[in-house]
């Protein structure tokens, strides 16, 4: 298991630390992890957890741009 730093998750999604903040907020995005126990400690995003994060988004793209019938 890997743990991506915020900057590594900024990179992998685009997204900026702000939206990845709010939508984890929200339940829309993966939380992240602390890595110790004092307040100013480190944190990161499970790698797993943002690339499956992505795959939905580009389900979901494909399952709207898929023609009905």
Not at 4 to 18: D, F, G, I, N, V
Not at 31 to 44: E, I, M, T
Not at 58 to 63: A, G, T
Request: aromatic share 6%.
């Amino acid at each position: 298991m890997r743990i991506l730093s915020k900057k590594e998750a900024k990179a992998l999604t685009s997204l900026s630390p702000q939206q990845m903040y709010r939508l984890s907020k929200e339940g829309r995005f993966p939380q992240l992890v602390k890595l110790g126990d004092h307040p100013n400690s480190r944190a990161g995003y499970i790698e797993a957890e943002v690339v499956d994060w992505i795959s939905e988004r580009v389900r979901l793209r494909d399952e709207r741009s898929a023609p009905s019938g």
